[in-house]
């Protein structure tokens, strides 16, 4: 087939964002020390240009192009521009603690915008490859970051941990892919979708892939019992870097499963939906159980995405547009509410001192009662607390679980919740309840900070008092 | 109807007050003050609105407000209130304005955040009572859980923040449940109005269960025995305000719930279940009094007194059941429900006063032990009589708004059953024993320690409160015919709701309720009441 330059226009946003690292590589050689800062005002220039074109190009038809491997549709519109911004909040974030530090370096943007990169492949993939090659992207730029701190012994265990588990995972994934292909000799998702139509569940090759696929979605996710990577390197890593891989990546995960389950294995449904059911209910309840006994908020937030994996995937399991809708709802959101959380942690924390444990948050409200005020928010939001919009996605993905009379499931999730609300209001406590450690300094922080901390509580509480423009965003994108 | 949205405007103007109150911050400690009782009296001022607009001939929703909120699953921005939500409204925005003053010199940490608390809670409370979609319903309701905890949390007592993580993991353990009831029945009509809910048909095992789930939030709430335990302790730890707006109003919305959602949406399951509430209510009366009678500490001693109070409420509701079914009585029914509406508007009034009244010894002495006090009278003669008219009507004293809804409960439950009423009426003996027990150690005798000795009696901010609250109190005693008007048709409305079989025709042997009459009084709320 031809080189066709108009099928480079739907991926215009992944060009930038590859543009943007490239140049910040080679501008980086030539940056004085006192200049580094220059890295990040152009990181972020790539990220606001890649939205910009992530709008641009998108709307519109359905568009599949280079030979089927990718695919542009309202789902991949959203999700890009949800994983740009979402990455931009992580970018501001950042910078202070980095500069802190002294490690403003460009490798550092260079691996985030990578890692950008590999999720907004995964999000426009159309084949087990593709994704597979975005989800590869993305994972080694994120063994990388959390190794980022090359000084820091915990950093590098937690780094070769990941990078292990991780690569079981992926070994599991391509294991799963290669069955499918075996059984339906292709590996993009409208022709397998075909195959699996005619097959059926006969198939027990089919089947047999289905596993792996789903233990492989699992592992991306961290899901129980695949999770065991998650609190380690949560706690392990440098906070920038759990920042980074804490939230956008889950809406990649979010893009991996949808992609692969409903787009490609849809027929299927039978089978991975019962996976899914096993996997969501240890997730909720593991994660918010272990929880409950954290004392390192890392830690605590590790499980505490755990258990809102198992909420994600009860939308996932309904294999319905309106499961598939609200699962897609709850991922966004948790992204932003898990940068919100990581940001207000990395605010915290200041030269030679990492705010690590929920001891570290007492007092908020007197040192900096905005601050405060926000970092409530996204804990009532966690805890899925109406206004905010936790409490929206967890109706939504409760509204499509009893949808499928599985009454019995909703009713499990939010018993769980209200063992996890406990472990949100703990944090509350520490910031309003208790008072400030007598040596607390007062917290200095940048206008672009505070500016982007504000808007990222504001938009929990926008978005739960006004769901409707997001919700029937995500619903468009499975008409 | 009303074209100017006067509930939206109820519900928003104090949370803007608050917003404006918290970004006025701390500087000037009086500023914040002021702007957050002129919110508070403004929101008080409007609600009056809905008092003067109000046309109590009809059971119809009034100052109704509908616009899409979430089209795709058909939520709405639905509000309106009825006979049985507009008092409460009133009491809301009534007690909020005494809260305000209440704090004035005594919250010197952080004022404002605890103005902008009350405000915004009143604004969310008065939400609650007007929202006619169950998920705007269920935002209000648990929105309301946030503020509340951060007050007891705050500004609350030594061991308060065991007190307020309980009171959030009770409530919420209750409400998440009847959230997935809502979703249920949203499958079932179709749209989260509750009015539709009210509307549709449901089979008996599908009506226990959704009365169960609606039973654990109301019932903690309430709160009924056995779920009652939390509501000792936040009150306790509670600042002087939290405790008013938790016992005047909060414990309001649990009885509301059971007007609004358990009866009317599954009247066959309140009515085979009835026996359950009015067993529970009646446990709460005798063995709660009791309970009350020993204790040591005056705010847990008014804690427990509302939770055998609360218990008159349901008992008021459910007796309904057993006197529609049988034939031989007519009238008591309504009676019932509208003692039990009467009883807590009074119980809104005198448990904030007695709050008002321990806060007003607790700030001078810094102790709520009933031994640390004796012969207040001597030094605080005011305060004395005003603690003695609160303890009396209390107690359920004739001319006074406690005896009216207690007189009503107690004679439609004389209907019912003759020995309910016996162990019900035990109440009044009981009520006065701990009350007045209460009232004879802390405030006559000899003045009993130094601390005693030196008390100021109260100021021109307390002499307001607790005068403006006893002048409610009496005019509801001398008169509650203005508040009995004003809900009588939706309570005869409701009352003809629930006297109607809803299960499907496959089941309609199993009503123990009338049959339905005429089909179309089925669907919807039926309009006009029978005079």
């Known amino acids: ?479 | 109807m009303n074209e100017f949205p006067l509930l939206t405007l109820v519900i928003w103007l104090p949370i803007i007050g608050g917003v404006v109150v918290l970004a006025s911050g701390d500087k000037s400690a009086n500023l914040s003050k002021w702007i957050g009782l002129t919110f508070a009296v403004l929101t008080f001022l409007v609600s009056l609105g809905l008092w003067i607009g109000f046309d109590s001939t009809t059971a119809q929703m009034q100052f109704v407000e509908r616009s899409a909120w979430i089209p795709t699953f058909n939520v709405e921005y639905f509000l309106g209130v009825d006979g049985i939500s507009m008092p409460l409204i009133i009491l809301t925005t009534f007690i909020t304005i005494f809260v305000i003053v209440a704090g004035w010199e005594v919250i010197t940490y952080k004022p404002s955040q605890y103005m902008a608390a009350f405000l915004i809670m009143n604004g969310i409370m008065v939400g609650v009572f007007s929202a006619l979609d169950a998920i705007l319903f269920y935002v209000f309701w648990e929105a309301m859980l946030i503020p509340m905890f951060i007050i007891i949390g705050v500004w609350g007592g030594p061991n308060r923040v065991y007190a307020t993580i309980k009171f959030f993991l009770y409530t919420f353990f209750g409400s998440v449940f009847m959230l997935v009831a809502l979703i249920y029945l949203y499958f079932q009509s179709g749209s989260f109005s509750i009015l539709d809910f009210q509307g549709l048909q449901l089979g008996m095992t599908a009506q226990i269960l959704i009365f169960i789930a609606f039973l654990l939030a109301f019932a903690v709430k309430v709160p009924m025995f056995p779920v009652h335990t939390w509501l000792p302790d936040a009150h306790v730890e509670a600042p002087t305000g939290g405790s008013v707006i938790l016992a005047a109003i909060m414990l309001k919305i649990g009885g509301y719930g059971f007007l609004r959602f358990s009866m009317p949406i599954t009247p066959d399951a309140s009515a085979s279940l009835a026996w359950l509430i009015i067993a529970l209510s009646l446990i709460a009366i005798l063995y709660i009094g009791f309970v009350a009678l020993v204790q040591q500490d005056m705010k847990k001693l008014i804690a427990y007194s509302s939770i055998a109070h609360m218990g008159f409420v349901t008992l008021g509701f459910f007796i309904v059941f057993t006197i529609i079914q049988n034939p031989a009585l007519s009238s008591g029914s309504v009676m019932g429900i509208e003692g039990g509406m009467v009883q807590m508007i009074s119980h809104g009034f005198i448990s904030g006063a007695l709050f008002l009244c321990v806060g007003v010894l607790y700030d001078r002495v810094h102790s709520r032990e009933i031994a640390d006090y004796g012969g207040v009278v001597n030094t605080m003669p005011w305060f004395g009589a005003f603690m003695v008219f609160f303890a009396m009507s209390n107690a359920g004293l004739p001319g006074t708004s406690g005896f009216v809804g207690e007189f009503m409960v107690i004679l439609a439950t004389f209907r019912a059953d003759f020995w309910w009423a016996v162990l019900a009426a035990t109440t009044l003996i009981l009520a006065a024993a701990f009350t007045l027990w209460m009232v004879k150690r802390v405030v006559f005798g000899e003045v009993k320690n130094d601390k005693v000795a030196v008390l100021q009696d109260l100021n021109a901010r307390e002499t307001f409160n607790l005068g403006a609250l006893a002048a409610a109190v009496l005019a509801l005693g001398l008169w509650p015919a203005p508040l009995m008007n004003v809900m009588h048709a939706t309570v005869e409305n409701l009352v003809t709701q629930v006297s109607v079989c809803k299960l499907p025709a496959a089941e309609s042997a199993d009503c123990v309720l009338a049959r339905p009459a005429p089909i179309a009084e089925l669907n919807g709320r039926p309009v006009a009441a029978t005079h």
């Open chain 1, 1 to 479: 087939m031809p080189f066709d330059a108009a099928n480079l226009l739907p991926i215009l946003p992944e060009i930038a964002i590859l543009i943007t690292a490239c140049v910040v590589l080679v501008v980086d050689l030539y940056l004085k020390e006192k200049d580094k800062g220059f890295n990040h005002t152009l990181s972020l220039l790539g990220l606001v240009v890649a939205i910009a074109l992530t709008g641009a190009v998108g709307g519109g038809e359905r568009q599949i192009f280079f030979d089927g491997n990718l695919v542009r549709d309202a789902m991949s519109d959203l999700l890009k521009g949800a994983i740009l911004l979402v990455s931009l909040f992580a970018f501001i974030y950042a910078r202070p603690w980095l500069k802190d530090r002294g490690m403003l370096v460009g490798e550092f943007y260079v691996l985030g915008l990578l890692a950008v990169l590999g999720m907004l492949i995964m999000v426009s993939a159309n084949s087990f490859l593709t994704i597979y090659l975005g989800l590869e992207l993305q994972a080694l730029c994120l063994y990388a970051l959390v190794a980022f701190d090359r000084d820091s012994k915990q950093g590098a265990e937690a780094a070769m941990k990941y990078f292990v588990l991780g690569a079981l995972g992926s070994g599991m994934l391509l294991y799963g892919i290669s069955m499918i292909y075996g059984a339906t000799g292709s590996i993009e998702f409208g022709p397998v979708a075909q195959a699996v139509a005619e097959q059926g569940i006969s198939n027990k090759v089919l089947v047999f892939g289905i596993v792996f696929l789903v233990i492989g979605i699992g592992f991306k996710f961290g899901a129980v019992p695949f999770h065991m990577w998650v609190p380690d390197i949560y706690e392990g890593a440098p906070t920038p870097a759990v920042l980074i891989l804490g939230s956008a990546p889950k809406i990649a995960a979010f893009a991996l499963a949808i992609r692969m389950l409903a787009d490609g294995l849809q027929g299927l449904l039978a089978d991975w939906q019962g996976m899914l059911i096993i996997l969501a209910v240890l997730s909720m309840g593991l994660g918010n159980l272990v929880a409950i006994a954290q004392t390192n908020i890392k830690r605590m937030l590790a499980y505490s995405t755990i258990s809102h994996v198992g909420f994600i995937f009860l939308g996932l399991l309904a294999g319905s547009a309106q499961g598939y809708a609200s699962a897609m709802f709850y991922a966004i959101v948790y992204a932003v509410m898990a940068a919100g959380a990581f940001g207000i942690l990395l605010i915290l924390s200041r030269e030679g001192f990492d705010a690590e444990n929920l001891d570290d948050l007492k007092g908020l409200n007197d040192r900096d009662p905005w601050y405060a005020a926000m970092m409530a928010i996204i804990m009532f939001s966690m805890a899925g607390v109406p206004p905010t919009v936790g409490f929206m996605a967890k109706l939504l993905v409760l509204e499509s679980v009893i949808r499928l009379d599985l009454v019995w499931l909703a009713l499990l999730a939010v018993a769980f919740s209200i063992i996890g609300a406990f472990y949100y209001l703990r944090v509350v406590k520490f910031i309003y309840f208790d008072r400030p450690a007598l040596n607390a300094p007062v917290l200095v922080t940048t206008g672009g900070v505070r500016a982007a901390m504000t808007l990222n509580g504001l938009a929990l509480l926008a978005l739960g008092l006004f769901p409707a423009a997001l919700l029937s965003l995500c619903q468009a994108a499975f008409v």
